[in-house]
């Protein structure tokens, strides 16, 4: 059985996964948050003999922000699609993104203008992923979806419980929707269209409040 804790910092949630003595992160944060995600792992029990990986669910900095950090501080590795690889080589979130996205809602628009998102420290990830990998060799018996919508190198994290670590695919702020910010829409709803035949349960997206599958509006 997998254990989860939110870690949740200016909106942003990263998640401590717990199997055994093993730990698992998901996403890091915004920099300027380092030492409240430090104290999030130092208060769980997870350090560096622990923590077994960090998994990005895309580049964004409010989710990469504190990974290099991580590795030099905890020796862990951190994994990503490759289609993201190049947001936090070149530190610029526009690299694998069109010039005028798909969805770009004027509520994200206002968010990102009024939003901190502290220093981007550029990195190079220790393992790709891709759709279809596992971590069994990390002590998680949990599958990786590519999710390309929100950005092209975005995955999911699915255990086997049914619990499905979205990224920003979704987003629960006012109500569970697709992010404010989809690249390209039709893989986003592709995307959807595929998760459904699948056995999730819960969703724990990358902002706001975890949510049942089943709350997801039948016409996305």
Request: charged fraction near 25%.
């Amino acid at each position: 059985m997998v254990s989860i804790t939110t870690l949740t910092h200016k909106s942003v949630n990263c998640y401590l996964l717990k199997k055994g003595e093993n730990f698992l992160l998901i996403d890091t944060g915004f920099s300027d948050k380092r030492y409240e995600i430090e104290q999030d792992l130092k208060e769980n029990g997870c350090n560096s003999e622990t923590l077994q990986l960090v998994v990005l669910t895309h580049g964004d900095t409010d989710h990469s922000g504190n990974c290099k950090y991580l590795r030099d501080k905890f020796g862990v590795k951190i994994a990503m699609h490759k289609g993201d690889s190049g947001i936090v080589e070149k530190g610029d979130m526009t690299y694998n993104r069109k010039e005028k996205p798909d969805k770009y809602s004027l509520l994200f628009r206002i968010m990102s203008f009024f939003g901190n998102e502290g220093d981007f420290e550029k990195f190079k990830p220790d393992i790709y992923l891709k759709g279809g990998d596992s971590l069994n060799k990390y002590g998680f018996n949990v599958s990786i979806l590519h999710l390309p919508g929100h950005s092209a190198g975005s995955i999911g994290i699915l255990t086997q419980e049914g619990n499905l670590f979205c990224g920003d695919l979704f987003v629960n702020i006012t109500k569970p929707q697709l992010h404010y910010l989809i690249d390209d829409l039709a893989k986003a709803k592709e995307n959807v269209k595929e998760l459904k035949e699948m056995n999730i349960q819960m969703v724990y997206p990358g902002h706001g409040k975890p949510f049942p599958f089943s709350k997801l509006s039948d016409k996305l």
